[in-house]
């Protein structure tokens, strides 16, 4: 065959569907994309202006208007912007694909560097189409002796081209809705897809509604009222809907904590102060603002939700980006501004961009920065936040190495002596009860029989009831060498027992035996200590790794691994305590066999009791037999 290059067309009306239904999923895009693109024409102006290729008219103020009509079922987006020739339309309009955008930062990169453009793939302009069954451009360039254009499209494939009535510079967009589009002519609707996309655009936004201006006008030509200041009074001056400059772009030495708490409270209707933030602003070697806000909880166990916003050249784009954002981070509150992310079609483009791995480095950084920095200099506030933003950092150095390596040394512990500890600090201060074990407690109330032991014995645990503090321990475990956590029901230390107190072989075969045909679970095994506590008859323990393994299947999978995993549960009776030599001395004592029994049941349910919560029928058991041994009392 004879060799044969080329390039392949694209017939508009077969790649017009899938634009159309495809490319953007949500149906408001297409006023972010309109409002854009109005937001584009004025920078581009106002850089005209500045590098002198245009001059601007004095007096000139620069804004957006968005006029929605019931009546007439039409959007328009008015910009006073650079207008485009016919020669423009025919080029950027026409040519599906073909990026203004881009072409215009082609053409003046030398001349200036702000960017501030936010087109980028010339695919913007045709989500009109989404929600339109005609799209009219009226437009009327800056260029001297311009004459003024119309474009009309029905269904964007085909278009016609006119003169245009419009006399002032810039550019109207018309969309004449289809009934996919109407909803947008509710002036609620369209005010808070405007509020949600431009809050912080650069120029200020207007919404007018026609229909209702229009219906106004016919009431007060109906019924004049006498004596009506309010028909004849001034209109209001509408306020615009965005805030032109919003606190991030501002440098962060000429910000007050006031504004950074007010920023939050708009941003994120969260009326609970933020502990504290982080505003990022770096140009070199890429562009990123923002301000990440670290929340606090508003009760014990609200589990943290963040929402991290993401903005492109200070127009919204998404919440929660995960391909951007290390996933840990949206824990956070906060807006981030990232012009150089290619961010205005597909996620799927993000994951392999270069920029990206990089932005979510430095972010990761400037957050392990801020908490050391806290740790390392504010300790008292450090601790202070340490309940709120704890289970952020533990997630963090679950799911991020580098994040660990950064903030390793400033992790700390609630411990049940009050107060916080390293984890330095604890195995310090321990080393003389146990080396290298952390005792922790998961649940305050139920472990407090433990704790109280602990606290008699001036020994020390850490409390650690979060869902995430499974995986933290044992990512701790793999960073320390032998280190290892222990859950304070798990063993009883050697400084909990009292010093030569051997018990005589048959004693402690005795309860053995007792206790097993009491019990009777094979798996349970039984202990005898002399506790220097004397007051508790029992305890039960739970080997830390059985019980971890099963936390673990029963988090992964649901699966039953019951069996494979056993409980192994140890019940330690104190040889110390009054009740258990009683019932030594009753051994041979035939005729009080019953009670022996009784309160050998009653010992082990106090001791499973104080370790967990019952089981339905071993509760009514308890409650039964403890009205039996109150009547025997009596
Ligand atoms: P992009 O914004 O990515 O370049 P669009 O499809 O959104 O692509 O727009 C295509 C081009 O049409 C723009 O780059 C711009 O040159 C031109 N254009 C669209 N809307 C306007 C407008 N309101 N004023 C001036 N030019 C516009
Ligand atoms: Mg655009």
Same mark, same amino acid.
């Given at each position: 065959?004879?060799?044969?290059?080329?390039?392949?067309?694209?017939?508009?009306e077969?790649?017009?569907?899938?634009?159309k239904?495809?490319l953007?999923?949500?149906?408001?895009?297409?006023?972010r994309?309109l409002?854009?693109?109005?937001?584009?024409?004025?920078?581009?102006?106002?850089?005209?202006d500045?590098?002198?290729?245009?001059?601007?008219p004095?007096?000139?103020?620069?804004?957006?208007?968005?006029?929605?009509?019931?009546?007439?079922?039409?959007?328009k987006?008015?910009?006073?912007g650079?207008g485009?020739?016919?020669?423009e339309?025919k080029k950027?309009i026409?040519?599906?694909?073909f990026?203004?955008?881009?072409?215009?930062?082609e053409?003046?990169?030398?001349?200036?560097?702000?960017?501030?453009?936010?087109g980028?793939?010339?695919?913007?302009?045709?989500?009109?189409?989404? *929600?339109?069954?005609?799209?009219?451009?009226?437009?009327?360039?800056?260029q001297?002796?311009?004459? !003024?254009?119309?474009?009309?499209?029905?269904?964007?494939?085909?278009?016609?081209?006119?003169?245009?009535d419009?006399?002032?510079?810039?550019?109207?967009?018309?969309?004449?809705?289809?009934?996919?589009?109407?909803?947008f002519t509710?002036?609620?609707?369209?005010?808070?897809?405007?509020?949600?996309?431009?809050?912080?655009?650069?120029?200020?936004?207007?919404?007018?509604?026609s229909?209702?201006?229009?219906?106004?006008?016919?009431?007060n030509k109906?019924?004049?009222?006498?004596?009506?200041?309010?028909?004849?009074?001034?209109?209001?001056?509408?306020e615009?809907?965005?805030?032109?400059k919003?606190?991030?772009?501002?440098?962060?030495?000429d910000?007050?904590?006031?504004?950074?708490?007010?920023?939050?409270?708009? *941003?994120?209707h969260?009326?609970?102060?933020?502990?504290?933030?982080?505003?990022?602003?770096?140009?070199?070697?890429?562009?990123?603002?923002?301000?990440?806000?670290f929340?606090k909880?508003?009760?014990?166990?609200?589990?943290?939700?963040?929402?991290?916003?993401?903005?492109?050249?200070q127009?919204f784009?998404?919440?929660n980006?995960?391909?951007?954002?290390?996933?840990?981070?949206?824990?956070?509150?906060?807006?981030l501004?990232?012009p150089?992310l290619?961010?205005?079609?597909?996620?799927s483009?993000?994951?392999?961009?270069?920029?990206?791995?990089?932005?979510s480095?430095?972010?990761t950084?400037?957050? !392990?920065d801020?908490?050391t920095?806290?740790?390392e200099?504010?300790r008292e506030?450090?601790?202070k936040?340490?309940?709120d933003?704890?289970?952020?950092?533990?997630?963090?150095?679950?799911?991020?190495?580098?994040?660990?390596?950064?903030?390793?040394?400033?992790?700390?512990?609630?411990?049940?002596?009050g107060?916080?500890?390293?984890?330095?600090?604890?195995?310090?201060?321990?080393?003389?009860?146990h080396?290298?074990?952390?005792?922790?407690?998961?649940?305050?109330?139920q472990?407090?029989?433990?704790i109280?032991?602990?606290?008699?014995?001036g020994?020390e645990?850490?409390?650690l009831?979060?869902?995430?503090?499974?995986?933290?321990?044992?990512?701790?475990?793999?960073?320390?060498?032998?280190?290892?956590?222990?859950r304070?029901?798990?063993d009883?230390?050697?400084?909990?027992?009292?010093?030569n107190?051997?018990?005589?072989?048959d004693n402690?075969?005795?309860?053995?035996?007792l206790?097993?045909?009491?019990v009777?679970?094979?798996?349970?095994?039984?202990? *005898?200590?002399s506790?220097k506590n004397?007051?508790?008859?029992?305890?039960?323990?739970?080997?830390?790794?059985?019980r971890?393994?099963?936390?673990?299947?029963?988090?992964?999978g649901?699966?039953?691994?019951?069996?494979?995993?056993?409980?192994?549960?140890?019940?330690?009776?104190n040889s110390?305590?009054?009740?258990?030599?009683?019932l030594l001395?009753?051994?041979?004592?035939?005729?009080?066999?019953?009670?022996?029994?009784?309160?050998?049941?009653?010992i082990?349910d106090l001791?499973?009791?104080s370790?967990?919560?019952?089981?339905?029928d071993?509760m009514a058991?308890?409650?039964?037999?403890?009205?039996?041994?109150?009547?025997?009392?009596?």
């Amino acid at each position: 065959m004879k060799h044969e290059s080329g390039s392949i067309s694209i017939n508009t009306e077969n790649i017009f569907p899938i634009i159309k239904k495809w490319l953007y999923s949500e149906k408001d895009i297409f006023i972010r994309e309109l409002v854009s693109n109005a937001s584009d024409a004025i920078s581009k102006m106002k850089k005209l202006d500045a590098i002198g290729e245009a001059e601007l008219p004095e007096g000139n103020k620069f804004e957006i208007k968005v006029v929605v009509n019931k009546n007439d079922k039409t959007i328009k987006v008015i910009d006073n912007g650079l207008g485009m020739t016919e020669e423009e339309v025919k080029k950027y309009i026409n040519q599906i694909a073909f990026s203004g955008a881009v072409d215009f930062l082609e053409k003046y990169k030398d001349k200036s560097d702000d960017g501030q453009i936010i087109g980028h793939f010339g695919l913007g302009f045709y989500s009109a189409f989404m *929600v339109s069954q005609r799209v009219q451009i009226d437009t009327l360039s800056y260029q001297k002796d311009a004459a !003024a254009v119309r474009w009309v499209s029905d269904g964007g494939t085909e278009f016609e081209m006119s003169d245009s009535d419009r006399n002032e510079r810039g550019t109207t967009i018309t969309l004449y809705l289809s009934d996919d589009g109407l909803e947008f002519t509710d002036e609620y609707k369209m005010r808070t897809t405007l509020e949600k996309y431009f809050a912080f655009l650069p120029y200020e936004l207007y919404l007018e509604d026609s229909a209702k201006e229009e219906e106004k006008k016919e009431e007060n030509k109906e019924e004049p009222k006498e004596g009506d200041d309010q028909a004849n009074a001034e209109p209001k001056k509408p306020e615009p809907l965005n805030d032109t400059k919003p606190l991030w772009l501002k440098n962060p030495k000429d910000c007050t904590d006031e504004e950074y708490k007010q920023f939050y409270t708009k *941003v994120f209707h969260d009326f609970n102060e933020p502990l504290f933030w982080i505003h990022l602003n770096m140009d070199y070697p890429f562009n990123l603002k923002g301000i990440l806000y670290f929340p606090k909880l508003k009760h014990e166990f609200e589990t943290m939700e963040g929402q991290i916003k993401l903005y492109y050249n200070q127009v919204f784009v998404a919440d929660n980006i995960k391909e951007v954002i290390p996933e840990f981070l949206l824990l956070l509150k906060g807006v981030l501004d990232c012009p150089d992310l290619p961010l205005n079609v597909s996620r799927s483009f993000l994951q392999n961009d270069g920029y990206v791995n990089k932005i979510s480095t430095h972010i990761t950084k400037k957050v !392990a920065d801020k908490l050391t920095s806290l740790f390392e200099n504010d300790r008292e506030n450090y601790n202070k936040y340490w309940d709120d933003i704890n289970p952020f950092v533990k997630y963090g150095c679950v799911r991020e190495e580098k994040f660990y390596d950064r903030v390793k040394d400033a992790l700390i512990f609630k411990s049940t002596k009050g107060g916080y500890t390293t984890l330095k600090e604890y195995l310090e201060n321990n080393k003389e009860k146990h080396e290298n074990k952390v005792f922790y407690v998961s649940d305050e109330k139920q472990q407090a029989q433990y704790i109280k032991l602990f606290n008699e014995n001036g020994m020390e645990a850490v409390i650690l009831t979060n869902m995430i503090d499974n995986h933290f321990m044992s990512l701790l475990e793999s960073k320390g060498s032998g280190l290892q956590f222990n859950r304070i029901d798990a063993d009883i230390s050697a400084s909990m027992k009292q010093e030569n107190t051997g018990i005589p072989e048959d004693n402690v075969s005795y309860l053995e035996n007792l206790f097993k045909e009491t019990v009777n679970d094979e798996k349970l095994k039984i202990q *005898v200590e002399s506790l220097k506590n004397e007051t508790i008859p029992a305890v039960v323990l739970l080997s830390e790794q059985s019980r971890r393994m099963q936390e673990m299947s029963k988090m992964f999978g649901g699966m039953d691994m019951g069996h494979m995993f056993p409980k192994e549960q140890t019940l330690v009776l104190n040889s110390s305590n009054k009740l258990v030599k009683a019932l030594l001395d009753l051994k041979d004592k035939d005729e009080r066999k019953d009670d022996v029994k009784l309160v050998s049941e009653h010992i082990y349910d106090l001791a499973m009791m104080s370790h967990q919560t019952l089981e339905p029928d071993a509760m009514a058991k308890f409650i039964q037999r403890s009205n039996e041994i109150l009547m025997k009392v009596l």
